[in-house]
């Protein structure tokens, strides 16, 4: 499989089931499907999900949707405000300090951090792909389509800073290339990669169900791998990649949190049920996923613990979906616990989330300029 995201799907059509622009990606069948809930979900005739376009105010055609004013999703305007506010570019991230730690690194340290970056380098790609192809064209509110452009361009910077992370820190061309190519060369990243994939192409999933998925690969695939990185800066080591890795989460748990708002948006929602399969399937193979890349305990950080903790992670973004618990997970590692994702995170009150445009989330009061004012 290569990774030429322009070539994936074999055939596209249009459809005017919600917007006479709107791609419907075909032709999955050169994939393995993974997880139960997408092969049982195919097997539904897509006319007994009797979803309903026009009912939904976020999906049906909407004349006004080249134009932002007046707004009309306050709640959703918001939280492309945020994402304005927080943009970074990798050229702000000091790496020069950070190979000394590397090569302090033991060989299964090594091992577990070069797994994780190399999910990271390819996952955000991924996400564009559902982005551009899918979300972006679906959806007809404005407000939702500027966050969507937005995150286009945060997703861009990812994957852009994770590339240079490897091209960093590995020095052998030979496994440099494995590591770029790690949905080709590493099957456990092949798994999460082709899950994420499928519910791109997915022909009869209902947009609520694909709202889920995308949310579970951005608050569930995402965080074990957070949580390794963060587990470095607990011991002081590798300052670029801890900086990186805290500005990512950060765009990453907005993102997260932007899915659930739009999923509470939705008038059809999928069965708690159907919410709970999809992130089953999940969290069974960001499990995987640790186990193979976790292969020794190290101190502080194992697989029972990496494991336990993507629970913990899955149960909260139950809750954000307003489903119930599943796993009642305590969160095993105490240096998480300011960025679970739990989805209430303000993250402009953290010493990260000083990292802000000037005045794009300011209130017009504090910029209005008086002669009285105390200096």
């Known amino acids: 499989m290569r990774i030429k995201f322009i070539n994936l799907m074999k055939k596209a059509s249009y459809t005017g089931s919600n917007t006479k622009a709107t791609k419907v990606l075909q032709d999955s069948s050169n994939r393995n499907i993974t997880g139960h ?5 195919a097997k539904k005739d897509v006319a007994t999900k009797k979803f309903d376009v026009q009912l939904e105010p976020l999906l049906r055609e909407n004349p006004r949707r080249f134009v932002i004013f007046p707004i009309q999703y306050q709640d959703i305007w918001q939280m492309y405000k945020k994402a304005e506010a927080s943009f970074w570019t990798a050229e702000e991230v000091d790496l020069s300090k950070d190979m000394p730690d590397w090569n302090s690194l033991t060989s299964d340290e090594k091992h577990f951090i070069s797994h994780v970056l190399a999910f990271f380098a390819a996952s955000d790609g991924i996400v564009n792909e559902n982005l551009v192809e899918r979300f972006s064209q679906e959806v007809q509110i404005t407000e939702a389509r500027c966050f969507y452009g937005f995150q286009i361009a945060m997703e ?4 852009e800073m994770y590339s240079l992370l490897i091209h960093t820190y590995i020095r052998d061309s030979k496994h440099r290339d494995f590591l770029f190519n790690a949905i080709e060369t590493m099957p456990c990243v092949k798994k999460k990669a082709d899950w994420a994939l499928q519910w791109i192409a997915h022909e009869t999933a209902t947009f609520g169900e694909r709202v889920v998925a995308f949310a579970a690969v951005e608050g ?3 965080s074990g791998s957070f949580a390794a ?5 607990k011991r002081g080591l590798m300052p670029g990649l801890t900086f990186s890795n805290e500005l990512i989460s ?10 659930c708002l739009m999923f509470k948006h939705l008038v059809q929602k999928p069965t708690e049920e159907e919410v709970k399969s999809i992130i089953r399937d999940a969290v069974a193979i960001e499990q995987e996923f640790l186990t193979e890349a976790l292969p020794v305990a190290m101190i502080g950080m194992n697989c029972n613990l990496m494991k336990q903790y993507i629970e913990f992670v899955a149960d909260r973004l139950l809750v954000e979906l307003n489903c119930k618990k599943m796993f009642n997970s305590e969160n095993p590692f105490d240096f998480m616990e300011h960025i679970s994702l739990e989805g209430k995170t303000n993250f402009f009150e953290k010493k990260v989330g000083e990292y802000q445009k000037c005045g794009v989330m300011a209130n017009k009061e504090e910029n209005v300029f008086t002669l009285d004012a105390y200096f």
């Open 37 to 41: 809930h997408i092969i049982e979900t």
């Open 156 to 159: 861009n910077v990812h994957s």
């Open 220 to 222: 569930i695939f995402f």
């Open 229 to 233: 990185i963060f587990w470095l800066k």
């Open 250 to 259: 950060r765009d990453e748990g907005l993102h997260c949190d932007f899915a």
